[in-house]
């Protein structure tokens, strides 16, 4: 069966980064896109970029941009996120998800990765 | 971007009683490429509804999807315990995909 799963809590001070991992297995790697999605406490989701593991293309939520790095490593089917000069409004629960096999919706999810930033 | 909008908020009903959440969008989306999640407190969201109307697997057929274009619902058919949640829409018909900011379906 379709498992992700990722690395464990992280606490960063302002302006460190972080870096989140996300094993997966149980299917192809490089058939289904990957997406990161965080959620604040209390808040909605919010989806943070998309990556292709078959060749590497990236797209980014202009929020994100420019502090967000997905990236992937075929031969250990893991995903990784990197976000870089954190803010306390980067608090949050950080998936990583696979695309369903008819579209960019979210078929699978990670069970989430706490970040908390804070001094 | 496509910004999604969900109304309303917060839906109190009772349980046998029937949900319609709405999601409207800013632009048309593509393919009416839009899904609808279900997410309790403390649980990683699950996919109900893709690509506007139809089911993920496993989803009860009290759940059902229906719209095009920029307008797109959600409904639940009769309330059961286990439907109160927040429930999400998104968008996955641009490269950059969008939630809405979800409703709360809470128990009258």
């Known amino acids: 069966q379709v498992q992700l799963v990722q690395s464990g809590a992280e606490v960063k001070e302002p302006g460190a980064s972080v870096k989140v991992s996300c094993k997966t297995s149980?299917?192809?790697?490089?058939?289904?896109?990957v997406s990161w999605v965080r959620q604040a406490p209390g808040q909605g989701l919010e989806w943070m970029g998309w990556i292709n593991p078959y060749n590497g293309n990236t797209n980014y939520a202009q929020k994100v941009q420019g502090r967000v790095s997905l990236t992937t490593d075929t031969s250990t089917t893991t995903a990784y996120m990197e976000l870089r000069s954190l803010r306390s409004d980067d608090t949050a629960v950080y998936y990583c998800t696979r695309d369903g096999p008819y579209g960019g919706y979210v078929a699978y999810w990670g069970q989430g990765t706490l970040v908390t930033v804070s001094s | 971007e496509i910004v999604l909008t969900q109304s309303p908020a917060t839906l109190s009903l009772s349980p046998g009683e029937r949900a319609t959440l709405s999601c409207g969008a800013t632009?048309?989306?593509?393919?009416?490429?839009l899904a609808w999640y279900q997410q309790k407190p403390g649980l990683a969201p699950r996919l109900l509804i893709f690509e506007a109307s139809h089911r993920a697997t496993g989803i009860p057929d009290r759940f059902s999807g229906s719209g095009s274009g920029t307008d797109f619902t959600l409904t639940i058919s009769r309330l059961e315990p286990e439907d109160f949640a927040v429930y999400y829409c998104q968008q996955y018909g641009t490269s950059l995909r969008t939630f809405g900011q979800g409703t709360k379906v809470e128990i009258k």
């Open positions: 149980g299917y192809t790697f490089s058939m289904n896109g």
């Open positions: 632009q048309s989306i593509r393919s009416n490429y």
